[in-house]
T-cell receptor
Framework: RKEVEQDPGPFNVPEGATVAFNCTYS??????FFWYRQDCRKEPKLLMS???SGNEDGRFTAQLNRASQYISLLIRDSKLSDSATYLC????????????FGSGTRLLVRP | DAGVIQSPRHEVTEMGQEVTLRCKPI?????LFWYRQTMMRGLELLIY????????DSGMPEDRFSAKMPNASFSTLKIQPSEPRDSAVYFC?????????????FGPGTRLLVL
């Protein structure tokens, strides 16, 4: 079983739609959680951290469910520029500072 | 502020040649990470450093790969000899520990093609 699992998609949605991605992780000791965004042929870029109480950044809302070991990302009012691959990332934060990346969910926002 | 800087951005070489990839982390960051990304395997951590010291190199695929960090502002990843299966995008990332975890900031990557 992969440490971080995501639906690869693609999710194909019209502009203005609301779309949600989920991600599950296997290590219950994971302490830090992030969503990264990667555009085609570009580097991954930090989108937002995910906090236990959930957090929002503009049109983006991230939620963490420790009991079920899943993380979600909700994008409201999708824009064409949101088209990218969204990577779910967890850190075990035991004695190391590694980040474990999911393989990503691809989002296509159409006009 | 300048982000993570990597060079070269593209490298095409022939099998058996030595390849050296370079990275300059963000100033003040004390963690540096080398990743490899392919379609088949996704993003894989190769090695990371803390305060210039290698902490975990368990992701380095084999002895042909080596990495160094002689000072806080420079790191290299070397492949010798290179093989076609090493073709990938190699990313360097840096970070510093802060409240909320260890978010990493990536450089633009080096696209390596080994013929």
């Amino acid at each position: 079983r992969k440490e971080v699992e995501q639906d690869p998609g693609p999710f194909n949605v019209p502009e203005g739609a609301t779309v949600a991605f989920n991600c599950t992780y296997s290590n219950s000791a994971s302490q830090s959680f992030f969503w990264y965004r990667q555009d085609c042929r570009k580097e991954p870029k930090l989108l937002m951290s995910v906090y236990s109480s959930g957090n929002e950044d503009g049109r983006f809302t991230a939620q963490l469910n420790r009991a079920s070991q899943y993380i979600s990302l909700l994008i409201r009012d999708s824009k064409l520029s949101d088209s990218a691959t969204y990577l779910c990332v967890v850190s075990p934060m035991d004695s190391s500072y590694k980040l474990i990346f999911g393989s990503g969910t691809r989002l296509l926002v159409r006009p | 502020d300048a982000g993570v800087i990597q060079s070269p951005r593209h490298e095409v070489t022939e099998m058996g040649q030595e390849v050296t990839l370079r990275c300059k982390p963000i100033s003040g960051h004390d963690y540096l990470f080398w990743y490899r990304q392919t379609m088949m395997r996704g993003l894989e951590l190769l090695i990371y450093f803390n305060n210039n010291v290698p902490i975990d190199d368990s992701g380095m695929p084999e002895d042909r790969f080596s990495a160094k960090m002689p000072n806080a502002s420079f790191s290299t990843l070397k492949i010798q000899p290179s093989e076609p299966r090493d073709s990938a995008v190699y990313f360097c990332a840096s970070s510093r520990l802060r409240t909320g975890g260890l978010a990493q900031y990536f450089g633009p990557g080096t696209r390596l093609l080994v013929l």
